[in-house]
């Protein structure tokens, strides 16, 4: 089944995972999303790439954009804020959205504030939107990583997903690709492939 075959279902339930909320965005949320969004070393590995936010209004109107997005999409897919548990802060985003340019293919997503790296956090929220995803008949998922991004080809196979090849058909750029399937996910999975250039971690 692909992503373009399935209905928009209901509004999105939270998904909780030990230390993490995934919830849908607030135009609330803006402050503690401008302090993520505004940041380079989040945006500048955001495939397609994605201007810093340089401003509050402007975090507000985005905000707005992927609330609606979510609402017109498949229950499977959309967009998350990532909230700790321990302190209610947003930490990051999360999502899964169908890839251009046939949508059919649903890529899954995760951005943090760089306070929040190495915890273990992105390994956290992705398994559990992973399985939401699954949960709900899609039969795999796919991360599309720029090449020089080791960091997100570190955190996207301890989850299991496995580099299946370069592409740029995805949004005109050379783009690292990385595959999970419902059997990926087990927690006691090898862990994923890495692109040969790479080093392993």
């Given at each position: 089944?692909?992503?373009?075959?399935?209905?928009?279902?209901?509004?999105?339930?939270?998904?909780?995972?030990?230390?993490?909320?995934?919830?849908?965005?607030?135009?609330?949320?803006?402050?503690?999303?401008?302090?993520?969004?505004?940041?380079?070393?989040?945006?500048?590995?955001?495939?397609?790439?994605?201007?810093?936010?340089?401003?509050?209004?402007?975090?507000?109107?985005?905000?707005?954009?992927?609330?609606?997005?979510?609402?017109?999409?498949?229950?499977?897919?959309?967009?998350?804020?990532?909230?700790?548990?321990?302190?209610?802060?947003?930490?990051?985003?999360?999502?899964?959205?169908?890839?251009?340019?046939?949508?059919?293919?649903?890529?899954?997503?995760w951005q943090l504030h760089p306070d929040f790296w190495g915890r273990g956090?992105?390994?956290?929220?992705?398994?559990?939107?992973?399985?939401?995803?699954?949960?709900?008949?899609?039969?795999?998922?796919?991360?599309?990583?720029?090449?020089?991004?080791?960091?997100?080809a570190a955190s996207v196979r301890r989850n299991g997903m496995q580099w299946v090849g370069e592409t740029d058909?995805?949004?005109?750029?050379?783009?690292?690709?990385?595959?999970?399937?419902?059997?990926?996910?087990?927690?006691?999975?090898?862990?994923?492939?890495?692109?040969?250039?790479?080093?392993?971690?």
């Open positions: 089944m692909t992503a373009s075959d399935r209905n928009t279902g209901p509004p999105r339930p939270a998904l909780i995972t030990p230390r993490l909320v995934l919830r849908g965005w607030h135009v609330a949320d803006a402050p503690d999303a401008l302090a993520i969004y505004q940041h380079a070393s989040v945006t500048r590995w955001l495939s397609p790439a994605m201007a810093r936010v340089p401003d509050r209004a402007a975090m507000r109107r985005l905000l707005q954009q992927w609330i609606a997005e979510t609402a017109c999409l498949d229950v499977a897919a959309g967009h998350w804020a990532v909230e700790r548990r321990s302190d209610g802060r947003v930490i990051g985003g999360a999502s899964i959205l169908p890839l251009p340019p046939g949508n059919d293919d649903l890529e899954i997503g956090y992105a390994g956290e929220a992705g398994y559990e939107l992973a399985n939401w995803a699954f949960s709900h008949d899609v039969d795999e998922l796919y991360a599309v990583v720029r090449p020089d991004n080791t960091r997100a058909k995805y949004f005109g750029t050379p783009l690292q690709v990385f595959r999970l399937r419902p059997a990926d996910l087990e927690r006691t999975a090898p862990l994923g492939q890495l692109p040969p250039a790479y080093q392993d971690d």
